[in-house]
């Protein structure tokens, strides 16, 4: 087990400063569950720290000059590329700490907020390269599971029978075809220092993650559920309702991967509840046919059972 | 002085590159740039450059790094040809309406389909409009030349700098190349200090939304700043003089005091076209050449000085628009002169794409077509020449 992590104390709430980052009056829509954990995430990460955003919500809600959100230095360049936008950055503070034009023992936090469009579909390639080259950076994917920002388009983030505006529930074709993509395994498969889900339902959970996350050397991906009231047509209320419940019926397991190699299942979910209980509370799954639940809550449950398998079997060494 | 020596221009590029103490590399291989990102790789891991060199998973991710790099403060380089410059397409305005000091070569290459390595300028003529500043090399020597000119220029008007080179013609010439000392290019190149970064201490926002009621005005502010580094290009050019010896202006001109006829062209073909000129004043045709070295900020009153007093002109491209009113270059200088009083006939080929030789007897027979044009309207605005029946 890496050293950063062994000795990790979790942080508890009183640990976290009053301070934000990221300034109140953004433009986000009522109930965001995007924004919530970018939040906290700058919370934890302070001021020491510079934000590299995609183009999307977080993007849009935060930026309309002359305002802005950012406390902290922040650069949006495209839609696909904040990966390697990162990367720039991080070599660039490396050379010039070595050439003596920056503080040599200031660390200073990389961190990209990207969403599911940006990191399942068109910036696979960016970040796959960014992690791959091992650039001390992290990585957050805000996964909302479609493109909200032009309007609800179904992203490769998007689950099974989903409706969205490219994968309606038509009488012929009901909603999303494909199942979600493995993002999970395709950022593990990279052997990275430090991998983790994490809901803002479980918040403390969520900010320890970012705290490891910045504690590593090198390359981390935390891949962060994000609800969105107004493309999955679910109650503003609901939104930690919903950032509960994924992870109580086993949709959305947390879990850390460390290197690549050892599987922490943060949460076991022993007596998980229907994923029905979940869908019902959002319009874009309305339109579902019990049989159709009952294939999701299949999948869902061969899922959980493979991470709880490779968590047993790649349980971190016992620390002495 | 530094000493002449004989090198491939590749190599000297990127030697020159390593002078002007480069931060941070950012490249991706495609031919014919590589010789010139590879020499940086063997630089920086022979510890002969302190640098970080990125070696990206494509050129999109070339751009989008030396953005992240040059954000933060440091010097930055990229290189590329043809489907690389496409590939990094969006970022190129980017970078230029970030403000960003980035310095590329591009090794002037075709671009596909067909699918060919060789030279031409169909790359470089798809980012007239990117905000950048564009200067054309003829030689190895002045290749080098303006890759120091490229920093100096880039950091004092904050704009992104493209020095163009054909590909193979120039990058993989050997050729003597004068290399200046070290001191004198740190003399002439201080260290980078940008005002505004992306610094935790003084935190900025870049890349912000701009609204209807804020596009306009940044746009704007984008044609001033590359307005207004005519005259930094230009004074860069007079210092680099002072300490290096060798003179450069945005416009070359050979032959054109006393001209008729005048040819216009860019790039390395200009040294076959000159030997073109010579032919063609034995033979008693009073003909000149008018070589751009710089492309943007467009250079309009040396253009318009350099025509002199030419009937007819012939200009030259090296790439095509397809069905527009000519060919890239040719679209540019009939603009500039309708803004101005000269009126010359205006012959505008298409020759030397994706490396076909165009030799002295074909620059003389341009030569010749553009006398005939003056008495005799061409039935065409534009005309791919040399193509086989």
């Not at chain 1, 930026?63 to 650069?75: A, L």
């Not at chain 2, 980078?192 to 209807?212: F, R, S, W």
């Not at chain 2, 009621?213 to 044609?223: C, G, M, P, R, V």
């Not at chain 2, 860069?236 to 002072?242: G, K």
Request: proline share 6%.
């Amino acid at each position: 087990m890496r050293k950063e992590l062994a000795q990790f104390k979790p942080l508890s709430i009183k640990d976290l400063p009053k301070e934000d980052w990221f300034a109140p009056g953004h433009r986000a829509c009522q109930g965001c569950g995007t924004v919530l954990p970018l939040k906290l995430a700058l919370k934890v990460l302070g001021p020491n720290t510079i934000a590299v955003s995609s183009t999307g919500c977080m993007e849009i809600i935060s930026s309309p000059f002359p305002y802005t959100s950012w406390k902290i230095p922040w650069i949006h360049v495209a839609f696909e590329n904040p990966a390697s936008v990162a990367s720039g950055i991080e070599a660039a503070i490396k050379v010039l700490k070595r050439k003596g034009r920056l503080p040599k023992k200031e660390k200073i936090n990389v961190v990209v907020f990207a969403g599911d469009g940006s990191t399942f579909d068109i910036g696979l390639q960016f970040w796959s390269g960014a992690l791959e080259r091992g650039h001390n950076f992290i990585y957050i994917c805000l996964d909302n599971e479609a493109y909200m920002n032009t309007g609800v388009q179904r992203s490769g983030g998007t689950p099974k029978f989903a409706h969205t505006t490219t994968s309606p529930a038509g009488k012929v074709i009901h909603g999303n075809m494909t199942w979600k993509k493995n993002l999970d395994g395709i950022a593990i498969a990279h052997n990275i220092p430090y991998f983790a889900t994490a809901s803002p339902g479980y918040y403390m959970d969520l900010i320890n993650k970012v705290k490891k996350a910045s504690l590593v050397e090198g390359p981390s991906f935390l891949h962060i559920y994000s609800p969105c009231p107004t493309g999955w047509g679910s109650k503003s209320e609901d939104t930690i309702n919903l950032a509960k419940l994924v992870v109580d019926t086993r949709i959305f397991p947390l879990f850390e991967v460390i290197d690549g190699k050892y599987y922490i299942l943060n949460r076991k979910v022993d007596k998980p509840k229907p994923v029905e209980e979940y869908l019902k509370l959002q319009r874009r799954f309305r339109h579902l046919t019990p049989e159709e639940i009952a294939l999701i809550q299949e999948r869902v449950n061969e899922e959980y059972e493979r991470l709880v398998k490779l968590c047993e079997i790649f349980a971190p060494p016992k620390e002495k | 002085m530094g000493k002449r020596v004989a090198k491939e221009v590749s190599i000297a590029v990127a030697d020159a590159v390593a002078q002007c103490r480069v931060d941070v590399i950012s490249a991706y291989p495609i031919t014919p740039q590589t010789h010139i990102v590879e020499h940086l790789a063997e630089l920086v891991n022979n510890g002969e450059l302190d640098a970080e060199y990125i070696p990206v998973e494509s050129e999109h991710a070339a751009l989008s790094a030396c953005i992240g790099a040059a954000a933060t403060g440091a010097r930055t380089f990229t290189s590329t040809s043809a489907q690389g410059l496409l590939f990094m397409y969006e970022n190129l305005f980017i970078a230029s309406a970030f403000r960003l000091p980035i310095v590329m070569v591009i090794a002037n290459r075709s671009i596909s389909a067909p699918i060919s390595i060789w030279n031409d300028h169909s790359d470089v003529m798809t980012i007239r409009d990117s905000g950048w500043i564009q200067t054309f090399a003829e030689n190895g020597q002045e290749a080098v030349d303006l890759v120091y000119h490229a920093y100096k220029v880039a950091e004092k008007c904050l704009l992104p700098v493209a020095v163009n080179l054909d590909g193979f013609i120039v990058t993989h010439v050997v050729e003597p190349i004068e290399m200046p000392d070290q001191e004198l290019v740190d003399k002439y190149l201080p260290p980078l200090k940008m005002k505004y970064k992306l610094d935790p201490k003084k935190p900025i926002t870049m890349g912000a939304i701009g609204v209807p009621e804020i596009y306009t005005e940044a746009k704007k502010a984008l044609d001033e700043a590359l307005k207004a580094s005519y005259k930094v290009i230009v004074q860069a050019w007079r210092e680099f003089e002072r300490l290096f010896g060798r003179k450069y202006q945005p416009v070359e001109t050979y032959k054109m005091e006393d001209a008729e006829v005048g040819m216009i062209i860019m790039g390395s073909l200009a040294e076959t076209a000159m030997n073109a000129v010579d032919e063609m004043r034995k033979k008693g045709k009073k003909v000149g050449l008018i070589r751009f070295r710089l492309w943007r900020p467009f250079p309009m009153q040396d253009f318009l000085k350099a025509l002199g007093k030419v009937k007819a002109l012939c200009v030259v491209d090296r790439a095509v628009s397809h069905c527009s009113t000519g060919g890239p270059v040719g679209i540019e200088v009939r603009s500039a002169l309708y803004q101005s009083n000269k009126r010359p006939k205006v012959l505008n080929l298409i020759a030397g794409l994706s490396g076909r030789d165009v030799t002295v007897e074909d620059f003389m027979e341009m030569f010749e077509m553009t006398y005939e044009s003056i008495s005799k309207k061409p039935k065409f605005s534009y005309q791919i020449y040399g193509v086989k029946e």
